[in-house]
Each structure stands twice: as structure tokens, then as C-alpha cells.
């Protein structure tokens, strides 16, 4: 069962995680269009939508990846054993702040349904698919943070770093 949740995020986190590199290609498209049109045209800045998407979606891959900002000059320094319940520590507060901002994000999306709320530029778009990547990302990122718990707590009942 463990290992089936886990192939599941992985998958989902990868498909996040390129889906969100081929995001910033297209940013970076977006960027230099608007950059030229806004000279001649009103252009809106649509860019800021599709980086919400990017970055908060491709959050839970990075973390899969382990490239998460850390403090590497003091954690390194501790003893394997110290480092998993440090992991382990980080990964539970993780959990609880993604699903705050998760049920947070749950409630503020729900509001922008119930509102009909759209966006004030030209596109008009519902407010509720700008608002979605922070339910998705850190609900991808919780899933993620719960997966390196169970990693963390595994290794540390094999008796991992016993032997430094």
C-alpha cells in the first residue's frame, strides 16, 4: 500500500515537475511579448498567472528531488541519526503548515466559485483557476512532506546512522 502511495506521488510530482518546466519556457515567452507589446499595446500581465502555476505546483518535485532550500552548513555537520529526526521534525511541520494553507486555499477558492469573482483585465478569468495552484501545490507538497516522513521514520526504526 506504502509503496503504491508512493509511486502515485512520485508520478504525480514528476508530471507537476516538468509539466511546470515547460511552464517557465513558456513565462519566459510570455515575458518577451508582453515586454515588446506593452510599448504599443495595453497588454495585461498574464506571465504572473502562469509563474503562480509553475512555482507552487513544481514545489512538491523539487522536495521529491530533495533540492529544497536547507541550511547545509549546520545540518551536515550532525550525525546521520540526528539529520532523520531533524527530517522528521521538519517533515510533521511541513504537514500541518501545507494542509493550513491547503484548507485555507479550499475555502478561499470555494468563495471565488460562490462569488462568480473574475479577474479585472481584459481576460476575464474566473479568480478561482489563479487561486488553484496554491490548493494543488501545497496539497502535492503535503503528500510529499508525508512520504519523507514515513522514509525518515523507516530508516530510523533499521537503525540507520546507529554506527557513526
Not at 504599443?40 to 502555476?53: E, G, P, Q
Not at 495552484?133 to 519523507?148: C, D, E
Request: hydrophobic content about 60%; some cysteine.
Amino acid at each position: 500500500m506504502l509503496n503504491k502511495l508512493r509511486a502515485l506521488v512520485k508520478a504525480g510530482n514528476t508530471f507537476c515537475g516538468y509539466l511546470s518546466g515547460l511552464g517557465i519556457l513558456a513565462m519566459s515567452l510570455i515575458l518577451a511579448y508582453e515586454v515588446v507589446m506593452r510599448g504599443i499595446f495595453k497588454v495585461m500581465n498574464t506571465a504572473i498567472y502562469l509563474f503562480m502555476w509553475t512555482m507552487l505546483v513544481g514545489a512538491a518535485y523539487t522536495l521529491m528531488l530533495g533540492k529544497h532550500v536547507r541550511i547545509d552548513l549546520i545540518f551536515d555537520k550532525f550525525p546521520k541519526r540526528i539529520q532523520l529526526y531533524l527530517d522528521v521534525v521538519t517533515s510533521i511541520m511541513g504537514i500541518v503548515f501545507c494542509v493550513v494553507v491547503s484548507w485555507q486555499a479550499w475555502l478561499m477558492i470555494a468563495s471565488s466559485i460562490r462569488l462568480n469573482k473574475l479577474t479585472d483585465n481584459l481576460l476575464h478569468i474566473p479568480v478561482w483557476w489563479i487561486q488553484l495552484p496554491l490548493l494543488l501545490g501545497f496539497g502535492l507538497l503535503a503528500l510529499q512532506f508525508f512520504i519523507n516522513l514515513l522514509d525518515r521514520i523507516v530508516a530510523l526504526r533499521a537503525g540507520e546512522g546507529l554506527s557513526e
